[in-house]
């Protein structure tokens, strides 16, 4: 009798391995975007829609539930619990890898895979007289 029970344990259990079983939760995946979406922005460059990069962070298979957020990225600590993070003023700190993850109840998601913000600091330009006097009379 118990061994005919260890047979039908082992077999739904092989079954629900091989056929899967609905009511095993996926864990939602979470991903980073940009917007804009550009691959390198200039500091302090206004650009359509203002100067603020708005960083997402997108749970895939978790929609409607209510998550707190969990960010790593640029050359900083963030604090930030809500699904975006603003960069307003942006300046080469704020360049780096972004990465997010989430929490509801006690489960975390894995962390999501990192997007790239480059931020590139325009060089000033200079001006020189020539000659380099510092004053020029006109006789």
Known sequence: MGHSLLCMMGFFLLSTVICGNDEVPIKPTPTVTLQPSWAQIYGG?????????????????GEGAQWT?????GQKNIHETSSEYRISRLTESDGGEYSCRATRSSSWTEWSVSTTLRVTVPIKPTVTLQPPWPQIYIL
């Open 45 to 61: 460059e206004i650009y359509r829609g203002g100067n603020t990069v708005t960083v997402r962070c997108e749970i895939h298979g």
């Open 69 to 73: 957020y969990e960010w790593r990225g």
